[in-house]
Every structure is written in structure tokens, then in C-alpha cells.
């Protein structure tokens, strides 16, 4: 295996010249050699925050990268290992919001609720960290096993924008990390931020919905109870049955067609789903 | 001036700075524009126009979005003091 | 069983849903843009000026200004394709000589050596290997830098400002404002411009877009377009001009597929796809100064190597296809003569000829193959003194227009209506496949095969018909 594996050493320096910081360590860039995994990663975010570009930098791969917000529309997959732990990265499309339904935003949003990923990273955009929060509230509404990556602080120092790490990971409830992804800073520290995750070690607080009226928490819990009974193992039946009661229009299509029980039983999703004509 | 007149977002001119102070759109289409960061009380400007007239581009909350006119015209926004552009406060701004 | 349950689990929801009211939706969405505002407002401690940097917007005013905006994308096209028609010329001509002629002379000795026989090494020599020796000189030199160039405009943030200049013409066809960023990608590859149509929401238009991406000039077909503009349309200016000529024939070319697109999306909005136009927002991100190393490693590795292995890999069957059909006869006639007779009159019909209607044929798979395919056959069924059956000796640009003016009985306007065809004509096999499975429906892959191609007959008609009543042909 130690043979096809670039280390830090040299792809590092490559990557940031005078970097000493980094010249030893614990990082292996797989590419595409993941044969088994501990730990499956996946990275979510807006469009145009950088996903590619960290997945670059943690495996070693040439995912696309464009100047423009959907440039990914499908999922990559590559791997690193870091503290002799193996994770799996997936690169997935851009999305602004777990609920809006183009096929790329479906991509995402389907593997991040039923790919079962171990942990997830959301990259966030620094220059508009507001904007970007809505993502990572509605993926800590389904999931705590989260790390933030605020990056772009590169180009948000430069325009006068300062962000306090500290502050955000208190109100979120999960570890935040400023990184740069196209110079690599801050990779390092992500990564030891994900093994904690990954590990259990991290003391989150996972952000439980609040429901303030009763007759909607009753119908929840029994619209869950279906749910459950119908698709065994399906992860996130809460938030089925919360897009059920919406009447949202492409979760009532993946219940009728039976993509929803396809990806209770079957781990990682495929693609897109196919364009339905008329 | 029109002063704290509401009007629709289409109607703002370039390079005058507004608050949004209610959505028309419903559903998917409202949801798109929370995503975009478009809700009420966010700051939003005008910054240029496409050669042909339409669609425009819109400074809001550090990013710049470009809309059709169609979209804009779902969105009221009520112009604001120039010279308070620099402080972006944050979005619904119910408490601090 | 599983449906009932289902039908079940669809009717409970609706029905709690309507005594919870339809409102749900805002009130959980709203609560969490609230929170996201909270949260922001503690974590952001200065927001810095509101304003970008001013060189940002100064040039957004620029390139999308109402009178430099067209212009100046019209401009980087053009400037684009200049470079790369240049600059890959000097190249071309050194890989063609290498390849097909001391390679090529080489391997036929090394034949004789030991003693292949003549229809082995004709199969291996002069089908397989000059067909992909033909594709690699042709393609490499003009990709490697178009592609280095393209990228590095994506890289800057450009490809969205064209979006926003062209979005108004893309609406008055009917179609969504993204189509414009699904046709820049179909600039590499239509398979990849159509698979990067998932960033539009509505079925309507996605289907749109991609039943017209076949109308952006891929990979494949870019080095048709510059060698044509360069040895037919290049050479009729002043030599200082030639490039020049050259590169504007072939934006003319991507132009009028840009008319294309927005016609045939206007036809498709107003007649089997008709339907409301859906939510448009385009992001505009910040200028981004692009990393021309790694642009220019990613895109000559991961573009132009993989694009070159791909057509190389299609070009040898190609070849060998082409040397069989020209050495296998029935009658006295090889049966590449028996076909090109067949298709000959309608080929001449449109201003084209049999070889190139066959060459289309065997170039289902992939589009790059085009030109050696024309080449070969041309030069195997003249049985000119430059090939023997099966053969083709040296060739550069001004031999390869000798080659289709003297034995093919090439004019300017076969040269003028290749280049349309080659707009005009079916997706090639990868990209057909790839809209069945974004589509999964037969019949909208089929459209997708038909109406570009009968866009293509009518168009080329249409000169063909013109160009002879005017005496230009
Ligand atoms: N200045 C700066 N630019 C970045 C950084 N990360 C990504 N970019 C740039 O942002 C753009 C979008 O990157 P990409 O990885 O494609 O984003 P994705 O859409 O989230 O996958 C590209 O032009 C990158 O070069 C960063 O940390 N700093
Ligand atoms: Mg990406």
C-alpha cells in the first residue's frame, strides 16, 4: 500500500512552499485507493465555498474546480488516512438548503440524509457566513456528527471580515475550524477536528427541533412510526415525516416511486434521479 | 426622494440601498430566495444591470445575486439611508 | 403489500397535514433563517465594508456594461481562438510530420523486416495506427491550449457574467438563465454539458437544455472547425491575416450555435415543452485571480490527455473499419466505394459529398475522428499517387488541402457546409447515452439524435442551394 501513498512531506511542500509547520505528520493522501474505510466523510456546503478545492487538498485528487456555483453537479469519492485511521471524502454538488430540489441539490441532500456518512464537514463561506448558516443548521437539525470549516478566511481577512471561530462553535454546538483551502491552511487542523468527531470524543449538542405546538409533534411521531414500519433502517425518519407534513414534492416522489426504500435498504445513493419527462 | 416608500425590488435603482421588507412568493420559490439570503430585513442594492436590461444584480449580505425581473418582482423593499450601508445588521432582527 | 402501506403513509400525511395547516413549511424555514441571523450577528465580529473591492465592481460594471459587454465577450472568444489557431499550427504540422511520416516510415520498415504480410500491416499500419496518428496531431496541439485557456476564464469567475449578459435572450426563448453555464460546459464535452444541466430545477427546462447542448461545439469538433478555418477560410485573407480569418470563421461558427440554441429552445418552450418559466437567481462570485500553474497542469493532465485518450482509443476500430472497407472489394469496387457512390448524390445535394456523409457514419462514437476519417477515405478511393490502397503519406495543412481540392474535388463551400454539418449533426454515441440515462426516455433521446440532424440537412440545403444559384459553386 506504501508505495502508491503520497506523504504530507511532499505533496505539502508542493502546496505551500515555505510551510514548515507541516513537513512531518500524520496525513497520507489516498486518491482513489481506498480499499476499506473507518470512516465515511462527506463534504456539504453553498455552491462556490470551496468543497472541491478541500477535497483536493485532502486526497490528493484533481476534482474540477470553477470560479461559478454549480460546478459539481455529481458526488466524487477519494480517500486519505490520518492518524491511521481511513476515511472515505466524498465531494458533493453545492446545495443551499436540504428542502430545494434541483437533481444536483438531490445528490447532496440524499447522501447527507441517507448515505449514512460518519461525519460531515460543512464548508461555509466566510465572506457570507450568515447566508451560508442556513445549510448547517438544517444539517445539525439531522445530525451532530458535524464539523464546520469556515473557509475562505483568506479572502475574508482581506476584505476587513472577521469571524470568531470560538463564538460559532459555542452557538452550534460543534467544532469550528477557519481554513484556506486553496493555500491548504487549516487542513490539518479539520482533519484532527473530524477524528474527534469521528471518534466520539467531541462533546456535541445535538440541536433537537423544538416543537412548539403539540398537534405537531403527535403527528410527527406518528407519521414516524409508518415510516419506521415501512423502510426499515431508513436514517432521519423525523425529518421524512416533518417534508411529508410540508407536502414536499420531491420527498412525496421518492415515497411513491420507491426510491425511498431503495435508499433505506441500499447505504449510498446513486446519482441524480433521472429527469422526468412531463 | 420617495423616502420609506415600499415598492418592488425591480423598481429599486442602481446603487441605492434598501431593506426587504416582505416576500409575494410562495413555497419553493420563497424558499429559494431565504436560501439566497433574501428575507426581510436584509440589506440589498442594486449593483448593475445586464446589457440587455434584465436580469439585475443585487448586493446582498457580501454576495451578489443576479435576479430576473420576475423574481424581483416579489420582493418589497423599502429604500434605506445611504449612509448606513457599511453596518449590515443581522436578518429578522426580532431580538439581540 | 409495499403499496398499499405506501399508499397509506401518503394518505396519512396529507390528512395531518391539513389539520396542521399548509403554513408548516414557511413557519420551520423562517425560524431557521432567524436563528441563522442570531447566531451570525454574535460569530461575525466586523463585517467588514459592505462594498467588494473596488477593482471588483469597477469590472463587473465593465463586462457586463451595456456597451462592452457583448463586445468583450465576442472579443475573448475570438481572442481565445486566435491563440489557440496561432499557436497550435506550428505544432501540428511538426506532430504530422513526425507521425505519419518518419514514425510511419519506420514501422512499415520494421514490417518488411519481418516479413508481415501486406494486409496485416496495411490493417495495423496504415488503418489502425495512421487513424490515430492523424487524431493526435490534429487534436493535441489546438486542445492543449484551448483547454488552458478556457479554464482559466472559469477559473476567474467570467462564465457567470456571460450568464447574466446572455440571460435575457435565454428568457425570451423560453429557457432558464443557467442553460448559458450547460452550454459553456458542452464547450468541452456535450456528455458533460449534459450532465451539468442538474443545476436547473424545472424538468421543462433542463429538458431543454438538454436537447439543445449538441449546439455548443465540443472537443471533438473544435479541431474540424480550426482546421477547415485555417486551411479553407485562413487562406483566402492575406497572410498576415490568415490566423485571424481563420479564428473569426470558427467563432462564427460557436456563434451561430449559440443562435441555434436559442432558436431551437424557443421552438422547443412554444411547442412540446411548453410551461412557465421557473425561479432564476445567479450567483455572481467574486473575481478570483486564477492559478495558472495548476490550471495549466489540471487542464493539460485532466482535460486534454484524457479527451486525447478517449479519441485515440475510438480512432483505432475507426482505422481499421476504414482500411477494411477500402480494401475489401465486391465487384471490383471496395465497399467503401460501393457506399460513398450510395450516399454521393444526396451528399452533393447538400453541398457535401459521399466521403463525408460516410465519415459521419463511422464517427458515431465520437466526433474527433471526423477529419482522418474524411482524409483516408479520400485518399483510398482516389488511389492518387501520394497513396497506394490503404495508404497516406506526409501531409501537412497545404497538402491536406490539396488532398480535398484536387482528389476529393473539395470547394470552399464543401469546407463552409462541413463546418455547419459538424455543428448541425447528431450527438455522438457517448453524449446520446448519457441523455438516455439523465432522461431515462427513449423518445426524448431520440429527438436529441433527429433534430439537430435535420437542422443540419436543412441548413447545408439551404447554402448549398444559395451558393449555386449565386454561381459560387
Ligand atoms: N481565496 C480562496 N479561494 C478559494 C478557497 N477555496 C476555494 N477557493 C476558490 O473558490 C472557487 C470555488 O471552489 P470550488 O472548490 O470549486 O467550490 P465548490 O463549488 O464548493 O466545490 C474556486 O475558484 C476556488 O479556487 C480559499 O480558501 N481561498
Ligand atoms: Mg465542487
Known amino acids: 500500500m506504501a508505495d502508491t501513498n503520497r506523504t504530507i512531506a511532499s505533496t505539502e511542500t508542493a502546496a505551500c512552499g515555505s510551510c514548515t509547520r507541516c513537513s512531518t505528520g500524520p496525513l497520507t493522501r489516498l486518491g482513489v485507493h481506498i480499499g476499506?474505510?473507518?470512516?465515511?466523510?462527506?463534504?456539504?456546503?453553498?455552491?462556490?465555498?470551496?468543497?472541491?478545492?478541500?477535497?483536493?487538498?485532502?486526497?490528493?485528487?484533481?476534482?474540477?474546480?470553477?470560479?461559478?456555483?454549480?460546478?459539481?453537479?455529481?458526488?466524487?469519492?477519494?480517500?486519505?488516512?490520518?492518524?491511521?485511521?481511513?476515511?472515505?471524502?466524498?465531494?458533493?454538488?453545492?446545495?443551499?438548503?436540504?428542502?430545494?430540489?434541483?437533481?444536483?441539490?438531490?445528490?447532496?441532500?440524499?447522501?447527507?440524509?441517507?448515505?449514512?456518512?460518519?461525519?460531515?464537514?460543512?464548508?461555509?463561506?466566510?465572506?457570507?457566513?450568515?447566508?451560508?448558516?442556513?445549510?448547517?443548521?438544517?444539517?445539525?437539525?439531522?445530525?451532530?456528527?458535524?464539523?464546520?470549516?469556515?473557509?475562505?478566511?483568506?479572502e475574508a481577512r482581506r476584505r476587513g471580515i472577521e469571524v470568531d471561530a470560538r463564538s460559532l462553535s459555542r452557538d452550534l454546538g460543534v467544532p469550528v475550524v477557519p481554513t484556506a483551502a486553496r493555500r491548504g491552511a487549516g487542513i490539518r487542523e479539520l482533519l484532527s477536528a473530524v477524528e474527534e468527531v469521528a471518534l466520539g470524543a467531541y462533546p456535541a449538542r445535538r440541536r433537537h427541533l423544538r416543537y412548539t405546538d403539540r398537534a405537531l409533534e403527535t403527528a410527527v411521531r406518528s407519521l414516524i412510526a409508518q415510516i419506521e414500519a415501512l423502510f426499515p433502517g431508513l436514517p432521519n425518519a423525523e425529518w421524512v415525516a416533518l417534508r411529508l407534513l410540508e407536502g414536499d414534492e420531491s420527498i412525496l416522489r421518492a415515497v411513491q416511486d420507491g426510491t425511498l426504500g431503495k435508499l433505506a435498504q441500499g447505504g449510498a445513493p446513486a446519482g441524480a434521479a433521472p429527469l422526468e419527462a412531463n | 426622494m420617495m423616502d420609506d416608500e415600499e415598492m418592488t425590488l425591480n423598481l429599486l435603482p442602481l446603487n441605492s440601498p434598501a431593506t426587504v421588507t416582505r416576500l409575494t412568493c410562495q413555497g419553493a420559490d420563497r424558499r429559494r430566495m431565504f436560501d439566497l439570503g433574501i428575507l426581510p430585513g436584509a440589506r440589498i442594492a442594486a449593483v448593475s444591470r445586464s446589457p440587455l436590461g434584465d436580469p439585475t444584480a443585487y448586493r446582498v449580505r457580501g454576495a451578489v445575486i443576479a435576479l430576473r425581473r420576475e423574481q424581483a418582482e416579489q420582493i418589497f423593499v423599502a429604500p434605506a439611508a445611504p449612509q448606513t450601508v457599511g453596518q449590515e445588521r443581522g436578518g429578522a432582527g426580532r431580538d439581540g | 403489500m409495499a403499496e398499499v402501506n405506501t399508499q397509506r403513509l401518503l394518505e396519512t400525511a396529507e390528512r395531518l397535514r391539513a389539520e396542521i395547516g399548509t403554513e408548516l413549511h414557511d413557519r420551520l424555514s423562517e425560524a431557521i433563517y432567524a436563528d441563522a441571523a442570531r447566531i451570525a450577528e454574535r460569530a461575525v465580529?466586523?463585517?467588514?465594508?459592505?462594498?467588494?473591492?473596488?477593482?471588483?465592481?469597477?469590472?463587473?460594471?465593465?463586462?457586463?456594461?451595456?456597451?462592452?459587454?457583448?463586445?468583450?465577450?465576442?472579443?475573448?472568444?475570438?481572442?481565445?481562438?486566435?491563440?489557440?489557431?496561432?499557436?497550435?499550427?506550428?505544432?501540428?504540422?511538426?506532430?504530422?510530420?513526425?507521425?505519419?511520416?518518419?514514425?510511419?516510415?519506420?514501422?512499415?520498415?520494421?514490417?518488411?523486416?519481418?516479413?508481415?504480410?501486406?494486409?496485416?500491416?496495411?490493417?495495423?499500419?496504415?488503418?489502425?495506427?495512421?487513424?490515430?496518428?492523424?487524431?493526435?496531431?490534429?487534436?493535441?496541439?489546438?486542445?492543449?491550449?484551448?483547454?488552458?485557456?478556457?479554464?482559466?476564464?472559469?477559473?476567474?469567475?467570467?462564465?457567470?457574467?456571460?450568464?447574466?449578459?446572455?440571460?435575457?435572450?435565454?428568457?425570451?426563448?423560453?429557457?432558464?438563465?443557467?442553460?448559458?453555464?450547460?452550454?459553456?460546459?458542452?464547450?468541452?464535452?456535450?456528455?458533460?454539458?449534459?450532465?451539468?444541466?442538474?443545476?436547473?430545477?424545472?424538468p421543462r427546462e433542463r429538458l431543454i437544455a438538454i436537447?439543445?447542448?449538441?449546439?455548443?461545439?465540443?472537443?471533438?469538433?473544435?479541431?474540424?472547425?480550426?482546421?477547415?478555418?485555417?486551411?479553407?477560410?485562413?487562406?483566402?485573407?492575406?497572410?498576415?491575416?490568415?490566423?485571424?480569418?481563420?479564428?473569426?470563421?470558427?467563432?462564427?461558427?460557436?456563434?451561430?450555435?449559440?443562435?441555434?440554441?436559442?432558436?431551437?429552445?424557443?421552438?422547443?418552450?412554444?411547442?412540446?415543452?411548453?410551461?412557465?418559466?421557473?425561479?432564476?437567481?445567479?450567483?455572481?462570485?467574486?473575481?478570483?485571480?486564477?492559478?495558472?500553474?495548476?490550471?495549466?497542469?489540471?487542464?493539460?493532465?485532466?482535460?486534454?490527455?484524457?479527451?486525447?485518450?478517449?479519441?485515440?482509443?475510438?480512432?483505432?476500430?475507426?482505422?481499421?473499419?476504414?482500411?477494411?472497407?477500402?480494401?475489401?472489394?465486391?465487384?471490383?469496387?471496395?465497399?467503401?466505394?460501393?457506399?460513398?457512390?450510395?450516399?454521393?448524390?444526396?451528399?452533393?445535394?447538400?453541398?457535401?459529398?459521399?466521403?463525408?456523409?460516410?465519415?459521419?457514419?463511422?464517427?458515431?462514437?465520437?466526433?474527433?475522428?471526423?477529419?482522418?476519417?474524411?482524409?483516408?477515405?479520400?485518399?483510398?478511393?482516389?488511389?492518387?499517387?501520394?497513396?497506394?490502397?490503404?495508404?497516406?503519406?506526409?501531409?501537412?495543412?497545404?497538402?491536406?488541402?490539396?488532398?480535398?481540392?484536387?482528389?476529393?474535388?473539395?470547394?470552399?463551400?464543401?469546407?463552409?457546409?462541413?463546418?455547419?454539418?459538424?455543428?448541425?449533426?447528431?450527438?455522438?454515441s457517448t453524449t446520446l447515452l448519457t441523455i438516455w440515462q439523465e432522461t431515462r426516455s427513449r423518445r426524448w433521446t431520440a429527438v436529441a439524435a433527429l433534430l439537430p440532424l435535420t437542422i443540419g440537412f436543412g441548413a447545408t440545403l439551404l447554402t448549398a442551394t444559395i451558393a449555386r444559384l449565386m454561381g459560387w459553386a
Not at chain 1, 474505510?37 to 487538498?57: E, R
Not at chain 1, 484533481?62 to 460546478?71: S, T
Not at chain 3, 457574467?161 to 468541452?188: C, E, I, P, Y
Not at chain 3, 495558472?292 to 481499421?320: C, E, F, H, N, W
Open chain 3, 211 to 428: 436537447l439543445t447542448n449538441n449546439f455548443s461545439i465540443c472537443n471533438g469538433r473544435w479541431p474540424t472547425l480550426i482546421l477547415m478555418g485555417t486551411i479553407f477560410i485562413g487562406a483566402t485573407a492575406p497572410p498576415a491575416l490568415a490566423s485571424f480569418y481563420a479564428a473569426a470563421s470558427v467563432v462564427t461558427v460557436a456563434v451561430l450555435g449559440i443562435v441555434f440554441t436559442l432558436l431551437v429552445s424557443a421552438f422547443l418552450s412554444r411547442t412540446w415543452l411548453r410551461g412557465e418559466a421557473s425561479h432564476f437567481s445567479l450567483e455572481l462570485p467574486p473575481y478570483r485571480p486564477p492559478r495558472i500553474l495548476q490550471t495549466l497542469y489540471t487542464s493539460l493532465i485532466d482535460r486534454t490527455l484524457i479527451v486525447l485518450k478517449r479519441a485515440m482509443i475510438m480512432a483505432a476500430p475507426a482505422g481499421a473499419v476504414i482500411w477494411l472497407i477500402s480494401n475489401v472489394t465486391i465487384g471490383g469496387t471496395s465497399v467503401a466505394g460501393h457506399l460513398v457512390a450510395l450516399l454521393n448524390p444526396i451528399g452533393l445535394l447538400i453541398g457535401l459529398n459521399g466521403v463525408i456523409l460516410l465519415a459521419y457514419i463511422v464517427a458515431i462514437p465520437a466526433n474527433e475522428i471526423i477529419i482522418p476519417t474524411i482524409l483516408m477515405l479520400t485518399l483510398n478511393l482516389a488511389r492518387s499517387s501520394l497513396a497506394q490502397q490503404g495508404v497516406m503519406l506526409e501531409m501537412e495543412d497545404g497538402q491536406i488541402y490539396e488532398v480535398l481540392t484536387r482528389h476529393g474535388g473539395w470547394t470552399l463551400l464543401t469546407a463552409v457546409n462541413l463546418m455547419l454539418f459538424s455543428l448541425l449533426h447528431n450527438p455522438c
Open chain 1, 36 to 154: 476499506s474505510w473507518d470512516f465515511v466523510i462527506a463534504l456539504a456546503g453553498n455552491p462556490n465555498t470551496g468543497k472541491s478545492t478541500l477535497f483536493n487538498a485532502l486526497t490528493g485528487l484533481r476534482q474540477h474546480v470553477g470560479n461559478w456555483p454549480g460546478k459539481t453537479v455529481a458526488r466524487a469519492e477519494g480517500g486519505l488516512t490520518f492518524n491511521e485511521k481511513r476515511y472515505k471524502l466524498i465531494d458533493l454538488p453545492g446545495t443551499y438548503s436540504l428542502l430545494s430540489a434541483s437533481a444536483d441539490e438531490e445528490v447532496a441532500r440524499d447522501f447527507l440524509l441517507f448515505g449514512r456518512p460518519d461525519v460531515t464537514i460543512v464548508v461555509t463561506d466566510a465572506t457570507c457566513l450568515e447566508r451560508n448558516l442556513g445549510l448547517v443548521l438544517q444539517v445539525l437539525e439531522i445530525t451532530d456528527r458535524v464539523v464546520i470549516a469556515l473557509n475562505l478566511m483568506d
Open chain 3, 45 to 202: 465580529v466586523r463585517a467588514g465594508e459592505e462594498r467588494r473591492l473596488s477593482w471588483d465592481i469597477l469590472l463587473d460594471r465593465l463586462l457586463t456594461s451595456r456597451a462592452f459587454g457583448f463586445p468583450i465577450m465576442l472579443l475573448l472568444l475570438t481572442a481565445t481562438f486566435w491563440i489557440t489557431i496561432a499557436g497550435a499550427n506550428v505544432p501540428s504540422a511538426l506532430l504530422g510530420q513526425l507521425t505519419q511520416v518518419t514514425l510511419y516510415g519506420w514501422l512499415h520498415q520494421a514490417a518488411n523486416a519481418v516479413n508481415a504480410p501486406w494486409w496485416l500491416s496495411g490493417l495495423l499500419i496504415d488503418g489502425v495506427y495512421l487513424a490515430m496518428a492523424w487524431v493526435f496531431s490534429v487534436m493535441l496541439p489546438p486542445m492543449a491550449i484551448f483547454f488552458p485557456l478556457f479554464t482559466l476564464l472559469e477559473d476567474f469567475g467570467y462564465l457567470p457574467r456571460v450568464a447574466f449578459n446572455l440571460d435575457r435572450l435565454f428568457k425570451r426563448a423560453g429557457a432558464h438563465g443557467k442553460q448559458s453555464l450547460t452550454m459553456m460546459m458542452g464547450w468541452g464535452c456535450n456528455a458533460a454539458g449534459v450532465v451539468s444541466t442538474r443545476i436547473i430545477d424545472s
